[in-house]
């Protein structure tokens, strides 16, 4: 139905004239006329109070589709920092209501953890700063160290804290429910090699190894890591250095090394390695994840102006092939590029 006959037919069932909405909109009577005979659209600025006078969401006025509003909640969730709280309790009990339906089910789990995760970062960015300002004012005390690290996912010297375990039993169960799925596999093993846990890492990849569509470079990846995770650095420099001369262009190989040797500290030979996968990508639009890791790295190294340089690629990147210009990624490169600069 068109915006124009929605409004009517609401304003019908508030049991309201045109001149008593307009009186409602602080608009004038001929407004609410044109909208309902298709001769003019409302403003964006009044959908908001039009939704609360007629009790329906934004959502409601345009009749979307069940697709199309699952699709509006993750462009938003992509796209803003913070939810306005009506935005997002009408969003979780939208979500919440396709909970039982079938045909929707899976999306709106997926999509109603995302939004939960969307407001638990935004609180905890507001952690970060004033836990933070706390640090500064008292540096000895430990009680804003403790939030500051649940916040910003600080490494844990306790090992009861540090550890994987809960991440592994859980994997560990998805994995026996979906024997044949490749990507739980990977997350398990990811979770066994942080722990040192190589002889349990090593098992779930020779099964994950067998599977469909396995990878090899990046089961050869995986024995490389198993292979620092039992302290054997040549063994598993070896295999990457091996690897390289199997498939010195492939893509998965050059990100996959970068990460290899970032994680071991050898920043040059990394760099050389995100560089070279980047410039390779022939996909566009591409992700920004190797130009993150080089930024990271020159910081790492105090080349703070290198640092910036990249975030004035990724930036690049996301304005040509992303076609951004208000989204929050493209802002968050922006302020880095900033804080960057300011630390030069």
């Known amino acids: 139905m068109e915006l124009g006959k929605k409004i009517r037919l609401l304003r019908f069932r508030a049991g309201l004239t045109q001149e008593q909405l307009a009186q409602k909109l602080g608009i004038g009577p001929q407004s609410v006329s044109k909208w309902e005979n298709e001769v003019a659209m409302p403003d964006i600025s ?21 697709e199309q509003r699952l699709n509006r909640i993750e462009n938003r969730l992509d796209t803003e920092e913070d939810l ?21 089910k899976q999306r709106a789990t997926s999509l109603i953890a995302f939004l939960y995760w969307h407001r638990m970062a935004a609180m905890a960015r507001k952690v970060r700063m004033y836990a933070k300002d706390a640090i500064r004012m008292a540096p000895n005390k430990k009680d804003c160290q403790w939030t500051l690290n649940m916040a910003e996912n600080h490494y844990c010297w306790d090992w009861n804290i540090s550890n994987h375990l809960k991440a592994i039993e859980f994997y560990r169960e998805v994995v026996k429910d979906n024997p044949g799925c490749r990507l739980p596999y990977m997350y398990l093993i990811d979770n066994l090699i942080a722990d040192h846990r190589a002889d349990e890492a090593e098992k779930y990849l020779e099964r994950m190894s067998r599977l469909e569509g396995a990878n090899p470079i990046m089961v050869r990846v995986y024995r490389a890591h198993i292979a620092l995770a039992r302290f054997d650095e040549s063994k598993a420099d ?8 199997e498939y010195p262009d492939d893509e998965v190989y050059l990100f996959e090394a970068a ?13 050389a390695f995100y560089e070279r996968d980047f410039s390779l990508d022939e996909k566009r639009p591409r992700f920004t994840d190797a130009l993150d890791a080089i930024k990271d790295i020159y910081e790492i190294m105090g080349r703070y102006k290198d640092a910036a340089a990249t975030c004035d ?5 996301l304005q040509n092939e992303w076609h951004m210009t208000e989204e929050t990624a ?13 630390k030069a």
Do not use: N, W
């Open 46 to 66: 009044a959908l908001p109070l039009l939704a609360e006078i007629f009790g329906v969401t934004i959502d409601d006025l345009f009749d979307l589709t069940v």
């Open 313 to 317: 690629r990724i930036i690049e990147l």
């Open 259 to 271: 990460q290899y040797y970032a994680k071991k500290g050898e920043y040059e030979k990394a760099i």
């Open 238 to 245: 070896a295999i990457i250095e091996q690897q390289g001369k």
């Open 330 to 342: 493209l802002k968050a490169a922006q302020k880095e590029k900033a804080r960057l600069l300011a």
């Open 84 to 104: 306005p709280q009506d935005v997002f309790m009408e969003y979780e009990g939208f979500l919440k209501s396709l909970l039982s339906d079938e045909a929707h």
